[in-house]
């Protein structure tokens, strides 16, 4: 559960732009790196807990710990678009506010 709102406001920024790039770097990377599809899975899953209800109350901390096994602590891979990076950096941002509160 999450007591500031970081956590909130990362969300804010972020999960529009996430929900339009995700379902992309998907279908342009999903065939070379497989784990996308893993990561998009996951990242369906913490949207749907956001969207249950109030954000700040979603138990999202197994999901971060596996996006964070699956993408290596979100590190980008090195034939990818901006867009794959993009997302990396957004899910890390969701996943640093979310644990800092």
């Not at 559960?1 to 379902?23: C, H, R, W």
């Not at 138990?59 to 590190?75: C, H, P, V």
């Not at 980008?76 to 996943?95: K, T």
Request: glycine fraction near 8%; charged fraction near 25%.
């Amino acid at each position: 559960m999450i007591t500031d709102n970081s956590f909130l406001q990362a969300v804010q920024k972020n999960l529009g732009l996430l929900e339009q790039y995700v379902p992309v770097v998907a279908r342009v990377h999903g065939g070379s790196h497989n784990e996308f599809h893993q990561v998009r899975a996951i990242f369906d899953e913490i949207v749907d807990e956001i969207k249950k209800g109030d954000a700040g109350k979603a138990d999202l901390a197994g999901r971060f710990e596996s996006l964070r096994k699956i993408t290596g602590n979100y590190t980008v891979p090195s034939d990818v678009c901006e867009s794959y990076e993009a997302v990396y950096g957004m899910l890390s941002e969701l996943d640093a506010a979310y644990s800092a509160g």
